[in-house]
């Protein structure tokens, strides 16, 4: 499942990043295998994606966040 498949405030453990042009910009950012991520906020077409990844918020346009493969994180 991708981050755009997340709802809103449900965690996501990073399992892969698909690699294009985005994968530097994503890993610099801090999102890399094993990071947490839970989308906080959402526009009404999901483009672009507010996302919590460790004590940070970051905008993501959804293209980028195609690129982000995760798993539901049950808490």
């Given at each position: 499942?991708?981050?755009?498949?997340?709802?809103?405030n449900e965690m996501g453990?990073?399992?892969?990043?698909?690699?294009?042009?985005?994968?530097?910009?994503?890993?610099?950012?801090?999102?890399?295998?094993?990071?947490?991520?839970?989308?906080?906020?959402?526009?009404?077409?999901?483009?672009?994606?507010?996302?919590?990844v460790s004590d940070s918020?970051?905008?993501?346009?959804k293209e980028e966040a195609?690129?982000?493969?995760?798993?539901?994180?049950?808490?």
């Open positions: 499942m991708t981050l755009c498949e997340l709802e809103k453990i990073v399992i892969d990043l698909i690699q294009n042009e985005f994968t530097l910009k994503l890993v610099e950012m801090g999102i890399y295998k094993g990071r947490s991520i839970t989308p906080t906020e959402f526009t009404l077409l999901k483009d672009p994606i507010c996302v919590s918020r970051l905008m993501l346009r195609k690129s982000i493969i995760v798993t539901k994180c049950d808490l």
